[in-house]
């Protein structure tokens, strides 16, 4: 089967893999022949191009800057970035034939790309829905609910999810939420399609390394956050937290990633003199599994107002080395299900501090660490693997057939 992947982000191979690189890796090995549409920041590149990466074809479309940037810069770029990819796939690509789109959502703005697509290419598509926008930015108080913003982009989102033939959703949360939400839909289009990864064996720290690099004590309980620190990371929880730990000597906080609200964080650590918590810009693939390794508890963090059911990919990279999590999201999430269901962590509400705080100081103590760890890791191989995405798809590119 020939594969179109529109894809919003996809990292190059020196610079990490996520779970849309393992997927479209994961569709190579089994045999389909994939091609990724990605787009590109300008900071990273300077003119479009198309090239062989992990096995196949990657063109990248260079629009605008999307990640770190100012709101009103991120807001451009989306809108720049289907005229764009439109312009670079018909020069590159138009030539082609192809059986099957994939594309994921956010950003919704990606809905007439994808119409024109399946319009130019003549075949069906699959939309794997990561976020639900804008009722995420309404959430937060980015964008007022009915006003114009708000508006426009509902219509984009409903053309995107009637641009989909088939709608895959991150839990049943999600599928319920999209299906409620969206009373036009035909509901037999949609299913579940949870985010999934490729596994590693090497799980195991043989030393360590990164802890006596950032000057982390061997004998402490180390906390990590690792990925994106904006608005939904809810922060100024984390900030607290911290605060409220300072004087545990037996508790360690390490931060890993961007955001707009990363540099929260910092002034906490700096203003409170607090010497148990750090933060980490982004590290290579290989030192950030290192650390992962070297850490004892896996963190997610979301905003308490959230009123969709978000399901927050950087779980799966603590189950993969079996680390136990403490989720502190809002109510409306499944992942709540998930931790009790598998049995490798707690979950409390993120409008809570002191619960958080009273977990985390629990936590630090318990000495079934590496046996809650290992459940997650379990479920992982059970559930969450990349093959049973591969599955999923497979069943659809035979109707297709």
């Known amino acids: 089967m020939k594969v179109l992947y529109i894809a919003t982000s996809f990292p190059e191979p020196e610079k990490g893999a996520t779970i849309y690189t393992d997927l479209a890796e994961a569709l190579n090995e089994a045999g389909h022949d994939i091609t990724v549409a990605v787009s590109e920041q ?16 990657v063109l990248r479309t260079v629009t605008g800057n999307y990640y770190d940037v100012g709101f009103i810069e991120k807001g451009i770029t989306t809108l720049k970035i289907p005229l764009l990819m439109k312009k ?10 192809f059986d099957f789109i994939l594309f994921e959502s956010p950003p919704v703005t990606n809905a007439n790309l994808v119409a024109w697509a399946k319009k130019y290419f003549n075949c069906p598509s699959y939309l794997m829905l ?52 969206n009373e036009w839909i035909d509901s037999t289009k ?6 999934t990864k490729k596994l590693t064996n090497n799980i195991n720290p043989e030393k360590f390394l990164m802890r006596k690099r950032f000057g982390i004590p061997e004998d402490t309980c180390v ?15 984390l900030c607290e937290v911290i605060k409220g730990c300072k004087e545990e000597k037996d508790i360690y906080f390490l931060f890993i990633g961007r955001g707009t609200d990363r540099y929260k964080l910092e002034q906490t650590i700096e203003e409170f003199g607090i010497n148990n918590a750090q933060v980490i810009e982004n590290l290579p693939r290989n030192e950030y599994e290192q650390i992962t390794k070297e850490c004892d508890v896996g963190l997610i963090v979301l905003d308490p107002r959230f009123s969709i059911p978000n399901y927050p990919s950087r ?23 998930l931790i009790e269901e598998a049995n490798f962590g707690s979950w409390v509400w993120s409008g809570d501090t002191q619960d958080f705080i009273n977990e985390v100081k629990e936590m630090s103590k318990s000495e079934k660490l590496k046996m809650i760890g290992i459940n997650g890791r379990n479920y992982l191989e059970d559930k969450f693997n990349v093959k049973r995405s591969v599955e999923i798809l497979e069943s659809h590119f035979k109707k297709v057939r």
């Open 315 to 337: 779980i799966l990279s603590y189950m993969e080395y079996a680390k136990p999590v403490i989720a502190a999201t809002d109510k409306v999430t499944d992942l709540k299900e």
């Open 130 to 181: 990561k976020d639900i926008f804008p009722q995420n930015a309404v959430d937060l108080g980015i964008i007022n609910e009915g006003g114009i913003l708000h508006r426009y982009f509902k219509r984009k989102e409903k053309k995107l999810l009637q641009s989909a033939d088939y709608i895959g959703c991150m839990s049943d949360a999600n599928k319920k939420y999209v299906i409620n939400t």
């Open 190 to 195: 949609i299913e579940i399609f949870p985010n």
């Open 42 to 57: 300008a900071k990273n590149k300077q003119h479009t191009e198309m090239k062989k990466e992990r096995g196949f074809d």
């Open 88 to 97: 670079s796939i018909k020069k590159y690509l138009g030539k082609q034939k």
């Open 223 to 237: 906390f990590l956050f690792g990925g994106n620190m904006g608005r939904p990371q809810n922060i100024d929880l």
